[in-house]
């Protein structure tokens, strides 16, 4: 499955959220207005590591046999006490620049990609997430600064 959202991440009016997409879809049109669109998602830059530039990013969805809540922390690489750690990484989101929304998510610190998919279509896209001071306190920020996230379950 992959990562998804929808539009072109400088068109105002993209949803905000990312979507996971089934690798079996089932279609009943062939046609239809073309106001809503759906893009992959692709990383930007080697931020997240040395060979991620324009890779296509996997779906992920956190799923716990035991767990009943599941959160994500950003600002931390560690869980609370009394919380289990599923994974940790750098927060990411789209750029601060373009019209369009995005949520923030956190993508594993040893990510993985889809193979083959290198073509850039500028859909979803992941940026690092940096801390600005001002309204947000420095410290115990620090302006500049990639957050960190964990997911943690309990």
């Not at 919380?83 to 940790?88: G, I, L, M, S, V």
Request: with cysteine; glycine share 10%.
């Amino acid at each position: 499955m992959g990562f998804a959202g929808g539009g072109l991440y400088t068109l105002a009016g993209s949803a905000a959220e990312y979507v996971c997409l089934p690798p079996d879809p089932n279609y009943i049109k062939n046609s239809g207005p073309d106001y809503g669109r759906m893009y992959g998602a692709e990383v930007i830059g080697n931020f997240f590591a040395s060979n991620s530039n324009a890779q296509d990013v996997p779906c992920a969805n956190c799923r716990t046999h035991l767990s009943t809540s599941v959160i994500m922390i950003p600002g931390k690489n560690t869980c609370y006490s009394g919380w289990k750690e599923e994974y940790n990484g750098y927060l990411s989101s789209v750029a601060y620049s373009p019209a369009a929304a995005s949520a923030y998510v956190c993508v594993d610190i040893n990510p993985e990609y889809i193979i083959g998919g290198v073509n850039q279509h500028y859909g979803k896209l992941f940026f690092a997430v940096l801390t600005k001071c001002g309204s947000l306190k420095c410290p115990p920020y620090i302006n500049n600064y990639p957050l960190t996230c964990v997911v943690c379950s309990k």
